[in-house]
Each structure stands twice: as structure tokens, then as C-alpha cells.
């Protein structure tokens, strides 16, 4: 059946996008709509009214609906580890019971959060969060978008074990008025609990009385951190079925909910409630998650794209590409399906892109006369960060927007081949009302969703993440045994730089 649909997929028409106005007029009414304070623009794509019927038609011979359905109510969707994927629910949006325990959750968070700036903990300026992965990346995200006028501390993300990127952080923060807050789904990642030793040794070093009383950890293994020296009453737990790339709404979030105050937290929590609504209610014509993920499917699955890329346009996100890399690649970088058979064709495309308009002064030349086909998707605010001159905004938004009609206009230039724009190249933009909490939170939950929309039709599961094992346990061993055992380049290697004697 799925077969079927595919082939229906692929044996559309493909348009002419550089004429695709005229043969399609009414195409900017049906694929572009707002969902809340996010509107998305779907119409520079190849998406046809036959392309969305045979996609309509793949999702459900792929059961999107149960599946999604199953999703929301706490099913066991990670078939691989068994286990339920519940980040919705840390929102509002899931099993009565899981909801419920998320919200108590979330008080003990709040009430952690008054505690400090009560100062049970003494007065603190600095937090230095360490975690790695989805115990880094969401939170980087949040404080580096939504924090520029905060002001309330100064919070540094350490994730690598680079010793330089803790020294960076705390290069500049007086260790008495410093709170550590240790972030890890598991609490055994290795780079993290290295960073958090060496972080309470500074603070040893720093004449801190006890490091261990300014540590907060956040984790779902609070066994873990009763084991490691933190006292209960600073755990902050969270559900062992909300997964790490998915877990900024969850107490991983305490940088931001400090950091940008409860408020702040809250709205990005409801903001990502109503895309979390919009996923479940709307219909598949206007499901905004879902429809990328057709757009996402089309170009990967059908045009062979290998990668696709986002520009930012907004300096506050920056960071959401390297996000997204994790989200998206961790997420659908698989080859087989929920039953373990290969997969039938291309899953993850891989994720790219950068800031602009820095980014059309460095990699838009291949993207307007290379030779890869790379779906753009551009995400720009109506409102401005900065205070300065309103031309700073507008030159912005006026370059966002003529690089997506570049893309797709093109230019011709038979006298001229190397000046020649081929033109028809597709790109989405999605134009938020502004960068603030709650608009930041639908459009985290809309990346969400469309990874999942993703994983659904292609047949996998998009919540284990196996593929990060092996190296770890090799690693591992290299500390163990050195260099014996392996090939000898890997020998050769770690007799040069880490043979002591
Ligand atoms: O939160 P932790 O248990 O420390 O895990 C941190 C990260 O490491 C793993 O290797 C996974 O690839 C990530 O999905 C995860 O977010």
C-alpha cells in the first residue's frame, strides 16, 4: 500500500516554478496560512494540489493519523526502547497522567527557581549549566534568542569536554556567586560529569565552603545525582519518556526558566502547546508540521536532495540550525524501519545553514548556480531585536525576501553563461511576528512535529538514537587499554598524542 502511495508521489507532474503564478494563481491562498503568531509560505515549492492529494494519500496508507494519535496519549511510540515520547505532555498536550505529573514537576521547578532568588543559595550572578546534546543545545538556544535584555544572570552553557570551553565560561565569574547546574538525561554522559568535577574544583579552589549546596542537577536518573553528591531537594527530576533532543520544556529548561524568568518559561510552554493542538486538530491542507514534512519528503525522497538549509535572518537565531542538526539528523538519520527492515530510500536529508545575511556573502553562490538542488527555508520576525535604526530590519528582511525570488526567478544570460541564474530553486519562509517566548515555543514544537511527520512517512522510529553508541564504547576502551587492539592508524594515533611515556 505504502508503495503505492509512493509512486503516486513520485509520478506527479513536477512544475515549472519560475512560472508556476501563472499556471497555479491561486497557490499563495492554499499554501501559505498563519497558525498563531508563525506564518508559513509554502508556495515557492514544488507543492502542486496533485503532489498534496498523493501525499494526503501516502499519509495515510503510512497510518499517520494513529500514529500521531499515539503519540498524544502516551503510547509506547519508541518501539526500539519501549518506551513512550511524551514532550508534549511537559506542554499540557497528553495523558491525563503524564500531564499532571509534569506539571508537579514543573511546580518543584518553579519553587526551586523562587528558593534561589530568595537567595536560599546564597546571591548568585552566574550559572554555569554543563550538558551535552539535547541537555545543551535547547537551552543555549533559549537564553541566546530570548535573553538579550534579561539581564538577571549571567548564564554560560558548557557542553564540550574541551577543557577550554569550561575555562571560557568561567573565566569571568566569581565562584562564590556562581550556582552549577548540572544537566543530563542520564547522569553518566562523560563530557558533562568531567565538566561538572572540574567545575566544583573550581570552586573548591575558589574558597566556595560547599561547592556541593550551589549544585542543582536536572535529570531523569535522580538516583544518579543522589549518587554524585547532590542533595534531593536540588534534583530536579524529569520523565525518563520525554527524550533528550526533545527535552528543553522539561527541567532541563532551568537556565531559561531562571535566567528568563517563570513568565517567559510558561508562555514558551503554551506557545508550543498550540502548535502541539494545531498538529493534532488541523486538517491535513493547512496541518502546518505536516505539510513540511511533505515538502521535506518530496525534495529528499523524490528530487534525491541530499541536504537542506536554513537561513535564520534574525540574529536572536542563530543557534536554531545547530539545534535543528540535532533535532532533525539524531531524530530521522536512520536505515531501517519500525519492523528493522531497510528503509525504501533516502530518510534524513542533512541540515545546514547559518545567519543571514551573513550567510548569502559566503554560501548562497552555490545555492543560486550550483549544482546540488538544496531546499532553502528562510525564517525571518516582522518585528525587530535591536533598537537602532529601522533600516538595520528592513535592509534584513528586504534581503530574506529577494533571495527566496532569486531562487526562484532566476536569470538568463545566453551570452553570459557564468553571470546565468538557473532559477527554479524552491524555498519555504516562515515569518514569526516576532522572537518572543511564545512564538519561539510554537516554532520549536512545529520542528517537533515535522521530524515526527517525517519518521511516519518514511516507516521509522525517530526517537532512538543508537547511532551514538559505538564510538562512545570505543572511546572508552581507548581510556581503558590504549592503543592495543585496533587498526593501526587508530594505534598510531593514540601512541602520538597520548602515549605519556
Ligand atoms: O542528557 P544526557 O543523558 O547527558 O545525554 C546527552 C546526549 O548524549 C547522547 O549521546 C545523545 O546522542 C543525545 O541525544 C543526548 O542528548
Known sequence: MTDISWNAVRAVAEPDLRTIFESDPDRLDRLAFKVGSLRFDWSKTHMTPALMAAFADLAQASDFTARRDALFSGASVNVTEDRAAEHSAERGEGAPDSVARAKALHNRMRALIDAIEAGALGPIRHIVHVGIGGSALGPDL????????????DVAIVSNVDGCALEEAIRDFDPQATLLAIASKTFTTTETMLNARSAINWMVEGGVDDPYGRVVALTAAPDKAVEWGVDETRILPFSETVGGRYSLW???????????????????LEGAAEMD????????????????AFVDRYYAGVKGCQTRALFAYDER???????????EMESNGKSVKLDGSPVDGPTAPITWGGVGTDAQHAVFQLLHQGTHLVPVEFVASIEPG??????????????????????????????DPARAYPGGRPSTTILMDDVGPHALGALIAFYEHRTFANAVLMGINPFDQFGVELGKEIARSIEKDGPSGFDPSTSALIDLAMNDE
Open 277 to 292: 493542538r494545531h498538529f493534532r486538530l488541523a486538517p491535513v491542507e493547512k496541518n502546518a508540521p505536516l505539510i513540511a
Open 250 to 268: 522539561s527541567s532541563i529548561g532551568f537556565p531559561a526558566a531562571l535566567g528568563l524568568g517563570w513568565d517567559a518559561f510558561e508562555s514558551l
Open 142 to 153: 533559549l537564553i541566546d534568542a530570548l535573553g538579550r535584555d534579561a539581564g538577571r544572570y
Open 317 to 327: 537565531l542563530r543557534l536554531l540550525p545547530s539545534y535543528l542538526q540535532q533535532l
Open 386 to 415: 535591536d533598537l537602532l535604526d529601522p533600516a538595520h530590519h528592513r535592509a534584513l528582511l528586504t534581503n530574506c525576501f529577494a533571495q527566496g525570488a532569486a531562487l526562484m526567478r532566476g536569470r538568463e544570460n545566453p551570452a
